[in-house]
């Protein structure tokens, strides 16, 4: 996959593929594992340049794109750029918004069905334990090692909103007073801004998840200012009129 990235990114250097959006897009292609995402211009030329990338690729290193399993995603393109895609690629076409390794992908707020796999993730979890019976030294750890991270991961990517994190702060909260899905007000001996300080300076250590979320996402940005070489960290512009193409 270094291959595969090594031969856009001399594409891009060159100049080769089209401007996304009013800036340059540094490092327009994603890389996980045997997976690749990569946003580009709906141009012909564009799209039959990154056609021949990916032929050389499959002669250099004797690896087939399973066009079957690649997807591509027009955001802002005409029917004509459509049929154009199909013609070239031949791949199936899904619509934007869309999901990409369970995280949903957006140009706008998620909507609450988007986030509600999240809010039923946590609140499914705690029927499992049996909370009555753990003190409430079990419960916290409980709260910070498992109802806490569950929303770590699509919290790397996007921003929950509020009401999300504040469904999820009640199921950690009814959990860690009562040991329940649910808990009544007499029953929180603290203020929950209390639970989330620090135990070196009183509190219970419980992760502040919107701080958490924009320290997870202040990192991409951290990462590309000491080190913009790298080739994997987050595009930061939003490409105007593209097609995301899955291999």
């Known amino acids: 996959m270094e291959v595969l990235n090594a031969l856009i990114l001399r594409a891009e250097q060159d100049w080769l ?3 996304l959006g009013s800036n340059a897009i540094t490092f327009r292609a994603s890389f996980y594992a045997d997976d690749m995402v990569i946003f580009i211009k709906p141009a012909r030329q564009d799209l039959l340049l990154l056609s021949s990338i990916m032929e050389a690729f ?3 290193s004797g690896l087939k794109t399973n066009k079957e399993k690649s997807k591509a995603t027009p955001i802002n393109c005409s029917e004509e750029e459509v049929q154009t895609i199909v013609d070239i690629f031949g791949c ?7 999901r990409y390794l ?3 992908l957006s140009n ?3 909507h609450r069905s988007d986030e509600q796999p999240i809010i039923d993730a946590v609140s499914n979890r705690i029927p499992t334990w049996k909370g009555n019976l753990l003190n409430l030294a079990g419960r916290a750890t409980l709260v910070s090692a498992t109802l806490s991270a569950i929303s770590v991961y699509i919290s790397i ?3 929950l909103s509020p009401c999300a994190i504040d469904c999820i702060d009640r199921s950690r909260r009814a959990f860690l007073w009562a ?3 649910t808990v009544a007000g007499g029953k929180c001996k603290v203020a929950w801004r209390m639970v989330s300080i620090p135990k070196e300076l009183g509190g219970l250590g419980i ?3 919107r701080r958490l979320g924009v320290a997870l996402r202040l990192r991409w940005e951290y990462l590309r200012r000491i080190d913009p070489a790298r080739s994997w960290h987050a595009v930061s512009s939003r490409p105007e009129r593209a097609v995301r193409a899955f291999f």
């Open 207 to 209: 992760i502040d998840l």
């Open 157 to 159: 990517v996007v921003c």
């Open 58 to 60: 499959e002669q250099i």
């Open 17 to 19: 593929f089209s401007q």
């Open 108 to 110: 706008r707020r998620l």
């Open 92 to 98: 199936a076409v899904e619509a934007f918004p869309c």
């Open 179 to 181: 040991g329940a899905q």
């Open 102 to 104: 369970g995280v949903p």
